[in-house]
C-alpha cells in the first residue's frame, strides 16, 4: 500500500498559507480576489506538474484530472477549497485540496494506475463571505444552485462574482456538473473541539447538521439619549440585547447537539447619544436532527414574539436559508472507518456541525468525509492550526479510501 | 407690560424655516454653509431693521446689540443658534435665535429704555455636526475652548472652520469674549417628551444634566459557529447583550433623572456563521447630580466586571469624556418661574437631558433657559415641531425676564 509523504504534504500547506498569509498565523483569501487566483494558480500548476489535466467549469471550480485505465468510468472525486474568511485559518479548506493533491502524488510515486480516474477539486466560494451563500461552487455543479444565479450574485462592493471570476481569469468554459461522479471524498479539519478532548485522530464523519439561517429586524424608535426618560423610550438595542440571550437558551435547551449563533449585529444609526432605531440580527441554527430543528425554528419565533410584545417594539423575522441535516453514504462512512482502523489510527463517528462541500455532493453521489482534529477546536480563526501526525494521517486514510474506490481494475461498478 | 407680536413671531419662525428647508419639514442648515450664511444675513438684516447694532467676533458668533441708558453696564444678552443637524428641524436653535429678536422688537414697539442694553446673540456651530465638538461658539467666547484649535477644526472634507467661515464672510474682528455679561437667557425647545406629557407650557430649567462617555470593549473568543458546543464558547455578543441589559438597570435604578444609551455597537468579525470574537460598545450616561453620576460610573465598573467573570471574557472599559452637571443661577430660575406664573402658563422645573450653549454661559454669568414642549419630543429629526400658542409662551417670558433682568432704571447692579 503507498504512503503519504509527510514532508511533500506539510511543505504544500506552507507554501500555500503564504498566499493571503496574516500577521497572527492565519490567511485571508476571499473568493475570486487576488489572493484566491494566487493559490489557484499554484495548486493548478502542481497538479500539471503531475500531469493532471485541469479543466475550469463556469462557476470557477478547478478540476485536475489523473486518467485511469477506463477514462469512461466515472471518476473519484477528492477535494476542498481554497477560499477562506475574511481572518480564517490556514487548514479550513486548503487541507483538503493539497492532501487530494498529495493522493494523486502518491499514485504517481508508486506508478499505480486506478480502474477509474481520479480527480482533486478545488470548489469555489466555500465561505460565501464575500459571495453568499456558502459552498456556492460545489452547490452549482450539483444543480442545487442556480448557475447565473450564483454568478449573478454581488459582494458589498456590487462586483458580481461573474466580473470577479473574469477578473482572475477563472470564469472557465467548461459545463458545470452535469456529469456522473463515482464517490465525492473530502478530507477536513473538524473546526470542533470534540477529537481533540477525545484524544481521536480520526473522525468518521455519518452526515452533516441541519442549517437555518435567519434575518431579524428590530424597530424601536430613534430619539436624543439626553433628554429621553428611560420609560419613554423604544430602544431597539435593549429588545435585540433581550432576544440574543433568548436565542443562546434555545441551543441550551436542546443541548449537547443544538446550536445557536447570532453572528451579525447591525445598528442604526449608530451614534453614542442617540437612543438605537433600529436593530438587525444574523442569526445561524444548527441541529442533526430535522425535527429538532424545526422545534427549534417555532422556539425562535415564540421568544420574538414574546420580545416584541415585552419591548414594545415592531419588526419581522424572515428564514432566508434552511439546509436539511445530509446522511453521507454508508458505504463509504463504512470503508473509512475500516481504513482508519487498519493503519491503527483510533477514530469516533462525528456529525458535523459546519457546511462542507460535500454536503451538496452527498445529493448527487456517495459521498464521506474524513475529519482531523484541530487545536483547541478553533476554525474561522487565524489562530486555527492541526498537528503533523493529524494532517499526514487524514490525508493517508483519504488515500486508501480512495484507492479502494477507485480500484486497480478496470472497474465497472 | 409689552406683550409679544405672536404672527410677527410665527412668520420670522417661518421665514427662517424656508432657508435649508427639507422636502420633510425639516432644515439642513450645516455651520458655516450657504445655507447658514443666508440664515444669518436674514438674521442680520432684521436687527439692523430694529436699529440694533451687529458685531461680529472672531468665531463668527453675531450680537445684535440695542443700547440701554447706560451702555458701559453689562448687557443681558439672549439667544441660541441658526445652524442645524443635517436632518435637524425648524425650531432646534433658531426659536432661541428669533425669539431673543422679538423680545428687541417688542421692546421697540412699546418705545421702553431699558437700563442695560440688551443682546440679541446667534451663537456660530452649535451642532457639530460639520465642525465637532458641538457649542464651539459659545464654548471659545466663555474661553472653555481655544480660538485657533477651533477655527483649525476641518469638516470631513477638510475645510477648516476658518475658512469656511472666511468663505461665507462671518469671520468676524470683534475679539471673542473677554467681555462681561449681566445675565444670559436663552429659549428652546425641550427635546424630550416631559412638558408634552404633562401638558405643561413652560419649562423652568435648573441646569443640565452631567454626562459621561464610556468605550466598552469585549474580548471573546472567535470560532466557528457550527461545529463549536455551546458550553465550549467564549461569545462576547452573548456577554454584552448580558451586560447592556445592566447598563439599563442602572439607569432604572437611578429613576426618575438617570439614563444611560448603548448607542453604538461595533462586532467583529461580523459574520453570520462565526462566534463573535470582539464587540465594541459605545456609552452614554446622564444625570444631574454630579455625586449620583459618580455612583453610576461605580455601578458601571461592577456589572462590567461581573460580566467579565461569569462570562469568561476579556476586555476592558474607559472614561474617554466628562462633562459635569451645570446649575443655572437660582436667582434667574427663580425669576422665570415668577414671570411664567404671573402671566398664568402652566410650569415646571425640569433638568436638560441635551447640551445647549447656556452651559458654557454658565460658567461665566448668571444663566437660565426657558423650555417649551415639542411634539412627541422629538428633535434632531425633520419632523420636529412645535404648537404656536407654545413658541409664544416662551418668548413672553424671555421679554418679561430680560426686561426685569436689564431693568428700567440706570441700574447698576
Redesign the interface.
Known amino acids: 500500500m503507498p504512503h503519504i509523504d509527510p514532508k511533500r504534504l506539510l511543505n504544500s500547506l506552507s507554501e500555500m498559507a503564504k498566499i493571503g498569509g496574516t500577521q497572527k498565523g492565519g490567511v485571508c483569501r476571499l473568493a475570486a480576489t487576488a489572493e484566491d487566483k494566487t493559490a489557484r494558480d499554484l495548486f493548478a500548476s502542481w497538479a500539471k506538474t503531475e500531469n493532471c489535466e485541469i479543466s475550469i467549469d463556469q462557476i470557477g471550480n478547478i478540476f485536475a484530472r489523473r486518467p485511469g485505465k477506463n477514462n469512461n468510468l466515472a471518476p473519484v472525486v477528492l477535494g476542498s477549497h481554497l477560499d477562506s ?3 480564517g485559518g490556514k487548514f479550513d479548506g486548503a487541507y483538503g485540496v493539497l492532501a487530494a493533491l498529495e493522493v494523486i502524488r502518491c499514485l504517481n510515486d508508486s506508478g499505480i494506475e486506478t480502474g477509474r480516474p481520479v480527480e482533486a477539486v478545488s470548489w469555489t466560494n466555500e465561505e460565501g ?1 464575500r459571495f453568499p451563500p ?1 459552498m456556492m461552487g460545489s452547490g452549482v455543479f450539483s444543480g442545487s444552485l442556480n448557475l447565473e444565479k450564483a454568478l449573478s450574485t454581488q459582494d458589498i462592493n456590487g462586483i458580481s462574482m461573474s466580473d470577479a471570476l473574469d477578473a482572475i481569469n477563472y470564469a472557465g468554459e467548461h459545463l458545470c456538473g452535469n456529469r456522473t461522479i463515482h464517490t465525492y471524498l473530502e478530507a477536513h479539519i ?5 477529537l481533540e478532548r477525545e484524544n481521536t485522530t480520526i473522525g468518521v464523519v455519518l452526515g452533516i ?1 441541519g ?1 437555518r ?1 435567519f434575518d431579524i429586524i428590530i424597530q424601536g424608535r ?11 423610550r423604544n ?1 431597539a ?2 429588545a ?3 432576544l ?2 433568548q436565542i ?1 437558551d434555545i ?2 435547551q436542546h ?2 447537539d ?8 447591525g ?1 442604526h444609526p ?7 432605531g433600529q436593530v438587525k440580527l ?3 441554527m ?1 441541529h442533526p436532527d430535522a425535527g429538532v430543528l424545526s422545534t427549534m425554528k417555532k422556539e425562535l419565533q415564540a421568544v420574538f414574539e414574546k420580545m416584541r410584545k415585552e419591548r414594545g417594539v415592531k419588526g419581522n423575522i424572515d428564514e432566508i436559508w434552511y439546509s436539511p441535516p445530509t446522511i453521507f453514504d454508508a458505504e463509504t462512512v463504512d470503508a473509512i472507518e475500516a481504513m482508519a482502523t487498519l493503519r491503527q489510527y483510533t477514530c469516533r463517528r462525528i456529525t ?4 462542507h462541500d460535500a454536503k451538496y455532493m452527498a445529493d448527487i453521489c456517495p459521498t464521506a468525509m474524513i475529519f482531523i482534529p484541530c487545536d483547541e ?5 487565524e489562530a486555527e492550526n492541526a498537528k503533523d501526525a493529524h494532517l499526514v494521517a487524514g490525508a493517508q486514510v483519504l488515500l486508501d479510501v480512495a484507492l479502494a474506490r477507485a480500484g486497480l481494475l478496470n472497474a465497472d461498478r
Open positions: 474568511q475574511p481572518t463571505s456558502a473538524e473546526q470542533g473541539p470534540i447538521q442549517i439561517w430613534e430619539a436624543h439619549a439626553g433628554p429621553t426618560p428611560m420609560p419613554a430602544d438595542l435593549i435585540a440585547s433581550d440574543i440571550l443562546e441551543a441550551l443541548a449537547p443544538g446550536r445557536t449563533t447570532v453572528g451579525t449585529v445598528i449608530n451614534s453614542r447619544n442617540v437612543i438605537p444574523g442569526i445561524d444548527r458535523s456541525g459546519a457546511g477546536g478553533l476554525s474561522h480563526n
